[in-house]
């Protein structure tokens, strides 16, 4: 279980707060307005009111103990100073929401940990989802790598992992199968895939690529 806090409750920010709630994870949600933090107390551990861009306000929350802060903040000029206030304080790891290429650099220069792109990332996986018969859903981890969730085609019903040997011909990992309700997150070269299972692999783009052509 880690401990996380989202700073700014709008929708990007609801939604990974509510995600990460789901998944067990203790939650902290902070907004200034009243409204969505009022929202947010049904789907986090705890919502505070808080201007974030108040430096003591926001030492006051004691964010230094938590795992991962997510600034989902929309405003620009605000997202930099609170990103550089998490940081200036000690903060682990910070995840930065940008608008844009120029937003993303200078938040990576004040020393934002990762910089996420929602809207761009939301037009990756949507491309690929209408434009692959597989393909479920795609998270674009990097330019280069991707986690991607496939939908079990006949070249791989009834063939376990190591028959099929991703890993060797595509330097592609399983990372988990799901079938039905059930998931399996620590698959073995020994379990077979049947037909309905998604597999859950992570790899290089040209290669999942590669392996989308190659079972369609």
């Known amino acids: 279980m880690g401990e996380y806090a989202v700073i700014g409750l709008g929708r990007f920010g ?10 067990g994870h203790n939650v902290l949600g902070i907004d200034k307005d009243e409204h969505d933090v009022s929202i947010a107390s049904g789907f986090t551990t705890k919502a505070v009111q808080c201007d974030a861009t108040d430096e003591q306000s926001l030492k006051s929350l004691g964010l230094r103990n938590f795992d991962v802060v997510i600034v989902a903040i929309g405003d ?3 997202s930099i100073l609170v990103t550089l206030i998490l940081k200036e304080m000690g903060v682990r790891e910070v995840v930065a929401k940008a608008s844009n290429e120029s937003h993303g650099k200078v938040l990576f220069k004040i020393g934002a940990d990762r910089v996420v792109y929602p809207e761009r990332e939301m037009g990756v996986r949507v491309a690929h ?9 795609m998270i674009e981890l990097s330019p280069e790598y991707s986690i ?3 939908t079990a085609s006949k070249p791989f019903i009834g063939k376990s992992l190591q028959e099929l040997d991703l890993r060797n011909k595509y330097q592609i990992n399983v990372i988990a199968i799901r079938r039905g309700k059930e998931i399996n997150l620590t698959p073995n070269r020994n379990d077979r895939i049947k037909e309905g299972d998604t597999v859950v692999m992570v790899g290089k783009n040209e ?10």
Do not use: F, P
């Open 14 to 23: 609801q939604a990974v707060a509510g995600s990460l709630y789901s998944l």
């Open 76 to 78: 620009l000029q605000a």
């Open 207 to 216: 290669k999942l690529r590669d392996l989308e052509a190659a079972t369609s």
């Open 148 to 150: 991607v969730e496939l």
């Open 129 to 137: 989802n209408l434009s692959s018969i597989n393909i479920l859903d």
